[in-house]
């Protein structure tokens, strides 16, 4: 029965008129609300409405999050600016930016660690973007000075060269950059938890890296498209290609002499292997390569996870296979990479420009230029080193790209970018030092086992063959 019905006539006429004074009152608050909310101050509280007893959240205007109310009725107080810390705007409508010089006017200093004093090693000291060491110490020591002690006394100009102080310019600067501060991380840096620096001297493979440049991807896939399978020797290494009108002859010889690498001499032991040499056995390189465990029995596809490498190895994989083979595998490796750090380790000289070779014969023979890349770079700045052909317009850059270790990015300051680059990029230096610290763990833990195992195994073992000698 409804609520009508059950009442008098008189009862009927007061109900009603309670719920048309209801509805109404509701439909103008409701209308007072949405008039308020397009005119309200950010944090100003709406007046005099209260219902029951409860009045009405003080109106927030937030940039709106997808799926959720446009108004946060749980933060009291609205976001503030990045860059002055001020509330009602960003530091995109920051007035403060509008005052500040261009950002190509502005000097940018790449610091490798915390500001030494002048006079200490190459590595601690702050290294100028693009340029020397020389020529970075000069222009900081004479023309900066020079510009600083316009204004100021010669004492308080001396104090400041001697104090070893430098003046950074304001990240605000660098607000509309997607790097903010990028920071140049020597590789002796690891030479506390590894060894690897040192062979790489001895070898000779700094050039590989310390290489970096913009790929023209339109140029590669022509120069794809331009090589006559009639004039490839795979096994002299020579591919000859037509990019643009002209001719581009591409060997290991041209490749070493463009990145200035000495190749290894016919009499010297080398890899990959020459005629005749006897390619080890994966026993041989699971004893090598890997702790001290058994290599699996009866495996077609023999293949060695990143876990069970010794701690330099696990380095050396990421060097070589992230700026010499493209698209290399991040958990494992295959029979190929396996024998290439078993060579290094036994002394044979790797022979870059033939790996690099090599894998540009493969991208081209996989009709994909794209899996070049790392090298895409590489074959960008070897054209045009061979021959002056010039860019156009409609040409596709990519992005930047840098080497594996070089100009690194251990000091990349935005947000958690340090995090994200050690878990989703292994060839960045955040990601390698993570790489090599979760080897070392999973050294202690596996030594951890096998000393339980032994405990439990070897006394019974010897309590066996005791009795079986005295019997």
């Known amino acids: 029965m409804s609520f009508y019905a059950a009442h008098a006539q008189d009862s009927f006429?007061?109900?009603?008129?309670?719920?048309?004074?209801?509805?109404?009152?509701?439909?103008?608050?409701?209308?007072?609300?949405?008039n308020k909310e397009c005119n309200a101050e950010i944090g100003e509280p709406s007046e005099g409405n209260t219902l029951f007893g409860v009045s009405d959240p003080p109106v927030v205007k937030t940039k709106g999050n997808p799926g959720k109310k446009s108004t946060a009725q749980d933060s009291r107080n609205p976001r503030k600016c990045s860059n002055c810390k001020c509330r009602g705007h960003d530091k995109r409508t920051c007035p403060k930016l509008s005052s500040m010089p261009p950002i190509d006017d502005v000097p940018i200093y790449n610091i490798s660690g915390p500001i030494h004093r002048w006079g200490g090693d190459e590595e601690n000291n702050v290294h100028y973007s693009g340029d020397s060491y020389e020529e970075m110490s000069k222009s900081v020591s004479q023309g900066d000075t020079e510009s600083e002690s316009d204004g100021e006394t010669d004492g308080q100009s001396e104090s400041d060269c001697h104090s070893g102080a430098i003046k950074v310019p304001h990240l605000a600067s660098f607000a509309s950059r997607p790097v903010i501060e990028e920071r140049s991380v020597a590789l002796g840096k690891l030479r506390k938890i590894t060894c690897v620096p040192e062979l790489l001297k001895d070898l000779g493979l700094h050039p590989i890296c310390k290489y970096e440049g913009r790929v023209n991807w339109t140029l590669v896939r022509e120069f794809f498209a331009g090589i006559n399978q009639f004039e490839v020797d795979q096994v002299e290494r020579v591919m000859v290609s037509t990019v643009r009108g002209h001719t581009i002859r591409v060997t290991s010889d041209r490749l070493a002499q463009f990145k200035k690498i000495a190749r290894p001499r016919e009499t010297e032991k080398q890899y990959p292997y020459l005629p005749g040499v006897e390619s080890p056995t994966f026993h041989d390189i699971w004893m090598t390569l890997c702790l001290?465990?058994?290599p699996p029995e009866d495996?077609?596809?023999?293949k060695i996870l990143l876990n069970i490498l010794k701690k330099d190895f696990v380095l050396l994989h990421h060097i070589f296979w992230w700026n010499v083979h493209p698209k290399s595998p991040r958990r494992e490796l295959n029979a190929k990479q396996s024998m290439l750090l078993h060579a290094v380790s036994n002394g044979f000289k790797p022979d870059i420009p033939s790996?690099?070779?090599?894998?540009?014969?493969?991208?081209?023979?996989?009709?994909?230029p794209a899996a070049s890349l790392p090298l895409g770079h590489l074959l960008t700045g070897f054209i045009h080193h061979q021959r002056k052909i010039p860019d156009?317009?409609?040409?596709?850059w990519g992005k930047l790209?840098?080497?594996?270790?070089g100009p690194g990015t251990m000091g990349k300051s935005e947000g958690q970018s340090k995090l994200h680059r050690a878990v989703n990029n292994p060839a960045s230096l955040e990601g390698l030092r993570d790489m090599i610290l979760t080897v070392q763990e999973n050294q202690i833990a596996m030594w951890g086992k096998l000393k339980r195992v032994e405990r439990v195994v070897c006394p019974d073992d010897d309590e066996d063959e005791d009795s079986f000698v005295e019997e």
């Open 401 to 405: 790209q840098n080497s594996v270790i």
């Open 355 to 368: 790996m690099w070779w090599d894998s540009i014969y493969d991208a081209w023979t996989n009709d994909h």
């Open 392 to 396: 156009l317009i409609q040409d596709r």
């Open 292 to 294: 001290g465990s058994w």
């Open 13 to 34: 006429e007061d109900a009603r008129q309670v719920e048309h004074e209801m509805t109404s009152w509701m439909r103008k608050r409701w209308e007072m609300r949405k």
């Open 299 to 302: 495996n077609p596809n023999p």
